[in-house]
């Protein structure tokens, strides 16, 4: 509304100065400072009611052509398209106005008809160039907005990128730390040393594991999204080896559905998850550790396990579920949603 004021004052404004331009010998002028209150102010209403009808008329255009022709199209072509259509717009509103006036006021001067069509030309020159002045205000703004529009639009995606670039530093970075996690090498390597002793072929089958986990972080650690089929393959091996070094401390249960195996998730998402779950909680056999992986109808694959809470709890950054968040944030999907009860702690991602 302040804006549309603002015009209405240039449209008045402009109507007056122009006006008087126009012919400023007319007795007219000579006689306002004579003429009695009411007349000047029927007169300022008057002026008021043209400079808001040629405003709204010029707007219009303006706004009809910024949607079906834009000026990043084709700009000679618009501003023709629009200075024509402001031209024939003012021309039509005056024979309009012109003709209303005339059918319904009967006590109207009589008046030379010379000097009626130069009055007449006068109005419609004034009403151009205040359809042309209106629709050049309009243009600059519109163009200063989508000029700023478009500089936020490439501040925003150069953070996004930026944002992106260290989300994915920082996922690679978690990956390598694993990979050199000695704790993490010696544990699995240890357990490798005990079953190639109890049993060669298993101790086969575990170095064969341990391989394929390590090769997955080195090929998969920089991909934004991985099929979800992929990442479920890479969860087996990785359960594996927990298997064999927890024991019976933990029971895995996997459920997904066949349908969004196709769909994509975040490479090591489910890895960081199990992580999590396993760092965070009691293992023992006579009540282990539950880990649910499974998938809802809301395209959702969920991560679950039951709440053991360790007795001395170890310092933790909480890299791996901030990491996860953060790369779906920057990613521009829908953030991932935790659940935390007495008995469960829930993360439900979505599938992309």
């Not at 030309?121 to 004034?126: E, H, L, M, N, R």
Request: aromatic share 10%.
């Amino acid at each position: 509304m302040k804006r549309r004021l603002v015009i209405w004052t240039v449209a008045i404004i402009t109507f007056c100065v122009f006006s008087y331009l126009i012919n400023p010998f007319d007795p007219l002028w000579d006689g306002y400072p004579k003429s009695s209150w009411q007349t000047i102010v029927e007169d300022l209403l008057w002026v008021f009611f043209f400079s808001a009808i040629i405003s709204e008329v010029s707007i219009s255009i303006d706004g009809i052509l910024n949607r079906l022709l834009p000026w990043r199209n084709r700009t000679v072509k618009r501003l023709l398209i629009q200075g024509g259509l402001q031209i024939i717009g003012s021309i039509l509103m005056v024979i309009i106005i012109n003709f209303i006036i005339e059918s319904t006021s009967e006590s109207l001067p009589e008046m030379d008809s010379r000097k009626e069509y130069t009055l007449l030309g006068q109005w419609v020159a004034t009403n151009i160039i205040i359809s042309l002045i209106i629709s050049a205000f309009n243009t600059v703004d519109y163009l200063l907005a989508n000029w700023k529009k478009t500089a936020v639009e490439a501040a925003q995606h150069k953070l996004r990128a930026s944002k992106h670039k260290q989300a994915a530093m920082a996922a690679e970075l978690q990956a390598l730390k694993l990979q050199i996690d000695p704790h993490f090498i010696f544990n699995n390597l240890s357990v490798l040393s005990e079953l190639i002793l109890e049993d060669q072929q298993l101790g086969y089958e575990y170095s064969e594991k341990f391989a394929r986990v390590y090769r997955y972080l080195l090929v998969n650690s920089k991909k934004d999204i991985i099929a979800l089929e992929e990442e479920l393959k890479f969860l087996e091996s990785y359960i594996f080896l927990i298997e064999k070094r927890i024991g019976e401390g933990v029971v895995f249960k996997i459920d997904i559905e066949e349908e969004y195996k196709s769909m994509y998730t975040l490479p090591l998402s489910l890895q960081l998850l199990v992580e999590n779950a396993i760092k965070h909680n009691q293992t023992s056999k006579s009540n282990p550790l539950r880990i649910e992986v499974y998938t809802l109808p809301t395209k959702e694959l969920v991560v679950s396990n039951t709440v053991l809470p360790l007795i001395n709890k170890p310092d933790s950054s909480g890299v791996g579920l901030t990491n996860i968040i953060a790369r779906y944030d920057i990613l521009g999907y829908t953030k991932p949603i935790i659940e935390k009860t007495e008995n469960q702690f829930i993360v439900k991602l979505p599938l992309i």
